[in-house]
Each structure stands twice: as C-alpha cells, then as structure tokens.
C-alpha cells in the first residue's frame, strides 16, 4: 500500500523463460526479469493478471483484492485557547491543528453565530467554553477510508468593567472625597487604584475607596484566574 494507504501494488515472482508477459483482459503493469509490478491498484478494487512466458503454452492467473488500512488524520491539537470577551479578532481554526488531512469541515458546539468555514468571528460571543470539532468524513467507495475528528476548545471570559466615578472637588468643606463607580464587583477580581500626577488613593486595592489629594486617578480591574481587565 502506498504512504496514504489509497492504493496498493502486486509484485510477482515468476518462474519461467523471459520474456514475460500479460494477455487477455490482464491489468497493466510492468516486468522486470523474473518479477512482475502491477501500476497502482485504488485500495479495495480486486486485480487480475493472466502471465505468459516465452516457450510454455500455459498461463498464471494471479486474481484477488487487497483493502489497505486507510484512516484519515484530523490532526493534533495544538493547544486549547482562552480569551476576554472585549476581544473582538477573527480566530484562523486551522492554527489550533497541525499536520491534519485537507477536506474536513469545523462544526462547534455548542452552536453560536461566528463560525464561517475555518474561520471564528469572536465578536458578540456569550462568556462561556466552546468545542470546535474538525472532522474529515469516511469514504465507502474506492479507495474507502475511515474518518477522524479532532477537536480544540475556545473559553470566552468575562471582562469587566471599570468605572472610576464621577469627577470630585475638594475643598474647604470637602476635604475627602469618594472614588469609584458602577463598577464590576465580584472576589474573581482584584482592584487597584493608580495616579499619573501623584494622587494616592487611601485603600488603592479596594473597589471604593477616597482621597484627600488632587489628581487624576485611575482603576484598573482584573480577574485573579483569566487575567482580563479592564
């Protein structure tokens, strides 16, 4: 059988007087001495040679059908993916495989807007985990093949939201003032309170916090595990 296991070739040793050669309805091929090479044969379609040498009157019948052991390769995954859900790219899925079969289809599950061939449009998607499925379909006819599938899964996680609050004064009669907003609140993240121009927040790790010192102030909030922020 050959490397892709789509076809094979029949070698015969023949016993006899050269020249060698094929009659009646033989299939082609080609003699080389006392052997005899048939041409690529599609795995699973049956051979027949009828084989005459040069004095005898008589012929060899070689006959039969060989099925190579022929399996599709989806490929191997590369590595599992995971991003924020304020990130808007289009994902090549065929970057997640390596060395796979050409001809398969993506599918994933569980089923959401974006997919288009083997591309993936992350813009809008739900936070959730999903399962991308490339899948190279069997074949019954010659030369038959077993399918394969390989699958590699894209986490989209949430971002959140940072909102620092309203713009403050102090003054002589408001010496502290409030930082902070409509901010997402949840233990997944961590908060942190920073100043370009020397201000400093009294409880700089806090959601909310105050200040007695003017400038500008800045919240940076991130998830503990997946590391998105905003």
């Not at 699973?44 to 009828?50: A, H």
Request: proline share 5%; with cysteine; net charge neutral.
């Amino acid at each position: 059988c050959n490397a892709k296991d789509t076809t094979y070739q029949i070698v015969i040793n023949l016993s006899g007087t050269a020249p060698f050669n094929t009659i009646g309805n033989s299939m082609k091929g080609t003699f080389a001495g006392n052997t005899f090479t048939s041409d690529p044969i599609l795995s699973g379609l049956s051979y027949n040679f009828v084989i005459k040498d040069a004095k005898s009157c008589d012929s060899v019948v070689v006959k039969g059908k060989e099925l190579c052991p022929c399996k599709a390769f989806a490929g191997t995954p590369v590595g599992n993916i995971s991003l924020c859900s304020n990130i808007d790219t289009t994902l090549n899925l065929n970057d997640l495989i390596a060395n796979e079969d050409l001809g398969g289809k993506w599918s994933v599950v569980p089923n959401v807007a974006g997919l288009n061939g083997n591309s993936f449009k992350t813009k809008g998607i739900p936070v959730g985990t999903y399962n991308f499925y490339y899948t190279l379909s069997g074949k019954s006819t010659a030369p038959p093949c077993e399918g394969d599938t390989t699958n590699v899964s894209l986490t989209i996680n949430l971002s959140p939201v940072a909102d620092a609050g309203a713009d403050n004064f102090i003054s002589c009669k408001q010496s502290v003032v409030n930082l902070g907003g409509k901010s997402t609140n949840d233990p997944a993240f961590n908060y942190l309170w920073t100043s370009p121009n020397g201000g400093i927040a009294n409880s700089p790790t806090s959601l909310f916090t105050t200040t007695n010192l003017k400038g500008t102030y800045v919240l940076k909030i991130s998830n503990k595990t997946s590391g998105c922020f905003a």
